[in-house]
C-alpha cells in the first residue's frame, strides 16, 4: 500500500468515477464556529464511494481471471459498487445478501445487473455459501475494505480533497471521514500523506460502534459490543481492518463518534443547506463538524458526505428534526 | 449579447462559483429509455444557478456604483443569489420581497446578509417602492433575467455543459433547461452557440405558463393566461424577457411543458437515484426527459436541475410519489 498505489487507481478511475464537488454553504459554516468543506461522495456513481474502490479493484484484475466473474458479501453501499463496476466491464457479479436487508437495496443492487443470492444471517453461513461459488465458478472475491486495491480505489477521493482544498487556498486542516471498516479512511489518510500533507484524517463512527476510536486509543484493534443498532447501517462493522488498522494507526489523530439523532440531524440540514441526499452513516462526519466543534481544531474542516442510500422513511424521519 | 461576454463572466465566476457535476444514472436512463445527464445547478451557491447571474452582474459593476449597493425584487432564487453576492462583495443588498413570500426563502435570503423589505402584493407596488429606495440610497437595480451581464453570468453553466459533454464524448444533443423568463435557457444557448453547436437548447416550462413555447410557435412574445398556480414557483413568469426572446427566436428548438404531477414526481426520482434536493421548478427539464420522451429526439438528452430550494412540507408531497 503505497501512494503509488492511488496513483494507479487514478488512472484507472479516469472516465468511469464522477469527481466530486466540494460544498460549502455559509448556513453551515455558522451552525459548525468555522469553515465546513463537504466531499460529496453520495453522488458519486452508485451513490456512495464504494464504486471507487469496487471499479479499481475489478480494473485490476489479469484479463482472465476478471472475465469469470467477482462475488462480494454486502447489504448496501460496497454491493451496488461491485455491480455497477461489473456491469460496465462486461463481466458476471453475484452478490451474496442477506435475506433481510433492504428491498430498497436488494432492488437497487439488481437494478445494476447483479446476481442477486439471498441467504439467512441466523441459519445460513454466507463465507461457505462465497466460497463454494468462487470455487464452483472460479468467481474473485471482492472484499468490502481490507484489500490494497479497494483501499488504494477509495484513496483517489483524498486526491480529489487534496485539488480541491488546494483551489480553496485550505492547506493546513482536520479532514473527518466517515469510517466502518477504515476503507475510504485509510485510503484518504495515504493519499493526503502524499499530496496534502497539512490535511489529516480523524476518523468519525456511530455511537455504541466506535471501535476504530477505541483501538486507535488502546494501540491495538478493540471489538464493539454485540447487540447494538444503528440507523447508521453503512458502517457497523464490529472492528478495523487488518490493513486498515496500522494505516490508521499510523496516520489518523483520533476518532469521534456521533448519535444517531446528531446524524439524522446531519443527514436534515445536508438536505437544507447543501442540497444533497445523505444517509445518516454518510451524514456522521458532518454531525461531528455540526455538534461537536468543540472537539475539533483549526479554522477549517473537511468532512466527507459518504454515501446518500436511504430509503424514504428514514428520510422522513430526518426532515422531522428541521 | 456576445459569446466573448459569457466568456468575459467565466473569468470574474472562477473561483466564486461551484463548478456543478454531471450527473446520470443507469435508472434514469432506464426509465427516459435514453441517456440522460444531469446539470446539478441545485449544487450551485445559494441553491440555484442564480448566483451565476448576479455575481456576475455585481462584479462587472464600476468600483463606485457598487460599493452604494444594490437593490433586487424576488421571491425566491434571485433573491438569495444577490444577497450572497453582495455579502462576498462587502456591499448592501435590499431585497424587495411580497409579504406572503414562503417564511424559509425569506429567512435564507436574509440568512446571506440582504436587507428585505416586505411589501403588500395587494396593496403595494413594489417598483415604486424599489424606485424610491433606488433614487433615496444610490442602489443599482439587478434584474432577474432581462439584462446582459445577468444573462451572461447563466451563460457560463453552458460553458461548463458543453466541457463537460465533451469529457462524456457527447457531442450532438437536445438540451432541455428549465425556463421562467429565459436567462438561464438564452445565456446557455449563446454559449453552446460559441462552445459546442451541436447541443441544441430546449426550454421547459410549467404546464399553463408555456409561454415561451407558444412565443416561440407564434413568432412573438405571448402572455399567460392570469389566475393560474403552481407549485413550479421559481419559473412562472408571464411572458419572455425583451433580451431573452429574440436569442430564444434566433436558437432555442421546440418549447415542452411540464405537469406539476411529472415535476414532482421528477423530484423524488433525482432524490432516489441522484442524491440531489431539486424543487419542482428546477425539476421541471428532467420531467421532460422522463415523461414525454417521445417529443425528444436523439440518444443522450442534458437537462438541467435548476435550483433546489424547496421546504419540507413540498419535498414530503414528492416523496409520495416513489
Known amino acids: 500500500m503505497t501512494?503509488?498505489?492511488?496513483?494507479?487507481?487514478?488512472?484507472?478511475?479516469?472516465?468511469?468515477?464522477?469527481?466530486?464537488?466540494?460544498?460549502?454553504?455559509?448556513?453551515?459554516?455558522?451552525?459548525?464556529?468555522?469553515?465546513?468543506?463537504?466531499?460529496?461522495?453520495?453522488?458519486?456513481?452508485?451513490?456512495?464511494?464504494?464504486?471507487?474502490?469496487a471499479w479499481n479493484c475489478i480494473s485490476a484484475l489479469p484479463d482472465e481471471q476478471r472475465k469469470r466473474g467477482v462475488v462480494a458479501f454486502s447489504s448496501g453501499n460496497h454491493a451496488q459498487g461491485v455491480a455497477l463496476s461489473s456491469a460496465l466491464h462486461g463481466i458476471p457479479a453475484v452478490i451474496i445478501m442477506p435475506s433481510?436487508?433492504?428491498?430498497?437495496?436488494?432492488?437497487?443492487?439488481?437494478?445494476?445487473?447483479?446476481?442477486?443470492?439471498?441467504?439467512?444471517?441466523f441459519t445460513e453461513d454466507r463465507d461457505a455459501i462465497g466460497e463454494a461459488l468462487a470455487a464452483e465458478r472460479g468467481l474473485t472475491l471482492v472484499r468490502p475494505f481490507d484489500d490494497p486495491q479497494v483501499i488504494a480505489g477509495q484513496g483517489?477521493?483524498?486526491?480529489?480533497?487534496?485539488?480541491?482544498?488546494r483551489e480553496?487556498?485550505?492547506?493546513?486542516?482536520?479532514?473527518?471521514?466517515?469510517?466502518?471498516?477504515?476503507?475510504?479512511?485509510?485510503?484518504?489518510?495515504?493519499?493526503?500523506?502524499?499530496?496534502?500533507?497539512?490535511?489529516?484524517?480523524?476518523?468519525?463512527?456511530?455511537?455504541?460502534?466506535?471501535?476504530?476510536?477505541?483501538?486507535?486509543?488502546?494501540?491495538?484493534?478493540?471489538?464493539?459490543?454485540p447487540g447494538q443498532t444503528s440507523v447508521q447501517d453503512a458502517i457497523v462493522t464490529p472492528t478495523?481492518?487488518?490493513?486498515?488498522?496500522?494505516?490508521?494507526?499510523?496516520l489518523f489523530g483520533p476518532g469521534?463518534?456521533?448519535t444517531d439523532d446528531e446524524a439524522l440531524h446531519a443527514v436534515a440540514l445536508a438536505w437544507k443547506w447543501l442540497k444533497v441526499v445523505v444517509e445518516p452513516?454518510?451524514?456522521?462526519?458532518?454531525?461531528?463538524?455540526?455538534f461537536q466543534p468543540e472537539k475539533i481544531d483549526g479554522d477549517t474542516?473537511?468532512?466527507?458526505?459518504?454515501?446518500?442510500?436511504?430509503d424514504p422513511a428514514m428520510f422522513r424521519r430526518a426532515l422531522d428534526t428541521v
Request: glycine share 12%; charged share 20%; proline share 5%.
Open 168 to 225: 480553496a487556498r485550505v492547506t493546513d486542516a482536520t479532514v473527518l471521514v466517515c469510517c466502518g471498516g477504515g476503507g475510504l479512511s485509510s485510503g484518504i489518510a495515504l493519499a493526503l500523506e502524499g499530496a496534502a500533507p497539512g490535511l489529516r484524517v480523524r476518523p468519525v463512527e456511530p455511537a455504541g460502534f466506535d471501535d476504530f476510536r477505541r483501538s486507535l486509543e488502546a494501540g491495538t484493534p478493540q471489538v464493539n459490543a
Open 156 to 165: 483517489t477521493c483524498g486526491l480529489e480533497i487534496a485539488e480541491q482544498a
Open 256 to 258: 469521534l463518534a456521533s
Open 301 to 310: 474542516v473537511i468532512v466527507t458526505a459518504s454515501g446518500g442510500n436511504i
Open 3 to 53: 501512494y503509488e498505489d492511488i496513483l494507479a487507481a487514478r488512472a484507472r478511475l479516469d472516465g468511469h468515477a464522477v469527481r466530486t464537488p466540494l460544498l460549502s454553504a455559509p448556513q453551515i459554516d455558522a451552525l459548525a464556529g468555522r469553515r465546513v468543506l463537504v466531499k460529496a461522495e453520495c453522488l458519486q456513481r452508485t451513490g456512495s464511494f464504494k464504486f471507487r474502490g
Open 281 to 290: 452513516g454518510g451524514a456522521t462526519a458532518l454531525a461531528a463538524a455540526l
Open 100 to 121: 433481510d436487508a433492504p428491498a430498497t437495496k436488494i432492488d437497487a443492487t439488481r437494478d445494476y445487473g447483479a446476481e442477486i443470492i439471498l441467504y439467512d444471517r
Open 240 to 250: 478495523p481492518g487488518k490493513l486498515t488498522f496500522p494505516i490508521g494507526h499510523r
